[in-house]
């Protein structure tokens, strides 16, 4: 819960709005501000004030104890300009909230926090549990000291300014180990504990041999991703707390799936009972991954539960990014983020150009020109394969006409993959143009270099039969000049010749440039590969100036009527 503490009318004004974009994230303190903070500061996870930042500092600095536990507090001027993170900015999530408040307000964030002012990430922002000196380690990143990165365990990390020798040092384990002098502990989620259990097992037996079977092995119970077992199993209260109190997901497999996981310790027991040889092991093996910990029963007597330890495959990410069609306004904060979580950036030249300043210090770029579409897609899926955080990019949405596809064709289960959708040539297009697709529409490309233009011509007459709205992409140039022209003809077969055509050129860009004509008036040769065309039904009509395709109620009978 955010709590919102206000002490004018301007401040007021500011806190309302805020708590009526966020009615199920905040709270309204009223009172005396210094009761109201302290409220606040007890209750809540995080506190936006509209005060002077020296009164917060005043009414917060006695109620101080952990930076790891202490609420985060973003401080608003009266004027509402700017949005300054005063506490807690990693730990109390301050900075994210300036930007939050940022963007509701129309104020300016203020991030004073040494690593993201210099576009490093902070060790404790990773998502990983982090032990041992992260101050020291991270003013040695600052300071440009040598820092050696220790991966026993391959995990996908941002750039983190860490080479192979150092003073002080990054260590990337699994292990149960205690950092050293000058040493950050980054624990990722390595680990599947494998879990059986006769019906009625306890909680505490489950937890107690989960426990004890990890520090034998001297691993961290910080590591572990998941509890896994049989689907028999799925609400055993016994496993579905213990993975509660884990804080880690319980995934479940099918018997037949588990029967058929090589593993070194069957059993009758579980065959008779569930339907499979193994459960600990089988369902933490069933992904793959190494063996750490055989299947191993409680100490309880008699034994109700059994559990087995594997370490994941290495897996790297691979985030599919669309840009959107170019104006920076149009790229989604979601894109911006895995920008910078990127250790490895994989893009057309251009398209890298757009958004270099927004990558993070360190990010190896690997670039190339129009034409090597599939060499940038192995490229990216074979970085991620390698344990990196690759981002592939694309204009517009990654998965239209774009990257998405052959980089999927190309990747297995092996890594994770994360897509993040872009604005759409078609949809930037149509926004500048009205309301052009206002009822079904299609998209087709009229590049023949990947598909035969039989099929595309078969697609278009398709949607001419269908009355569909169409957007042409890649619709032509200098060596594809009588797709477009053959396209049209096929629409004009079923439209009347003043249908209504649309024509946007570097949608979005500095040099967009867009007109309105009809299927008879277009002239091909004014169109290339930098435009969208977009052609309307018959329901498709110009209203002041604008293409506007109708949804399909009464109101369509007659502008005129509805305007009255």
Known sequence: MIGLISATAAGAAARDRL???????????????????????????????????????????????????DPGVVCVDEGGRYAVSLVGGHGGGANELAREVGDVLGAEPVVTTATDSVGLPGLDTLGLPVEGDVAGVSRALLDGEPVALRAEVSWPLPPLRAGAEGSYTIRVTDRLVEPAQREVVLRPPTLVVGVGAAKGAPVDEVLGLVGDALRDAGLSVKSVAELATVDAKAGEPGIVEAARRLGVPLRTHPAEQLSGVDVPNPSEAPLAAVGTPSVAEASALVRGGELLVPKRKSDASPAMATCAVVRRPRRGRLAVVGLGPGARDLLTPRAKAELRRASVLVGL????????????????????????????????????????????????????????????????????????????????????????????????????????????????????????????????????????????????????????????????????????????????????????????????????????????????????????
């Open 19 to 69: 708590a009526a974009v966020w009615p199920d994230r905040a709270r309204v303190y009223d009172g005396p501000v210094a009761d109201a903070v302290r409220a606040a500061f007890a209750e809540c996870e995080q506190l936006v004030c509209f005060l002077a930042t020296g009164a917060v500092v005043r009414l917060v600095a006695p109620l101080l104890g952990d930076k790891a536990a």
């Open 349 to 564: 030249d251009q398209y890298v150009d757009q958004i270099r300043d927004l990558l993070r210090p360190g990010t190896r770029i690997l670039e190339s020109g129009l034409g090597a579409e599939e060499e940038r897609a192995r490229t990216a899926v074979e970085e991620a394969r390698r344990g990196q955080a690759v981002a592939l990019i694309g204009s517009g949405d990654a998965g239209v006409y774009a990257m998405a596809s052959p980089a999927l064709a190309g990747a297995s289960d092996d890594i994770d993959v994360v897509g993040v959708p872009g604005v759409t040539a078609a949809l930037a297009a149509g926004a500048i143009l009205g309301a052009p697709l206002g009822h079904d529409h299609v998209s087709v490309s009229l590049s023949d270099l990947h598909t035969p233009w039989e099929v595309i011509e078969r697609r278009v007459r398709a949607a001419a039969e269908a009355d569909l709205v169409v957007t042409f992409y890649n619709p032509r140039s200098r060596g594809r000049d009588w797709q477009l022209p053959k396209a049209l003809a096929i629409l004009a077969g079923h439209r009347e010749p003043t249908t209504p055509v649309g024509v946007v050129r570097n949608a979005s860009r500095p040099d967009e440039a867009s007109r309105l004509t009809t299927l008879a008036a277009l002239d091909p040769a004014t169109v290339d590969m930098m435009t969208v065309v977009t052609v309307g039904n018959t329901a498709t009509r110009e209203i002041a100036g604008r293409m506007v395709t109708p949804r399909g109620y009464r109101w369509q009978q007659d502008p005129q009527e509805e305007a009255q």
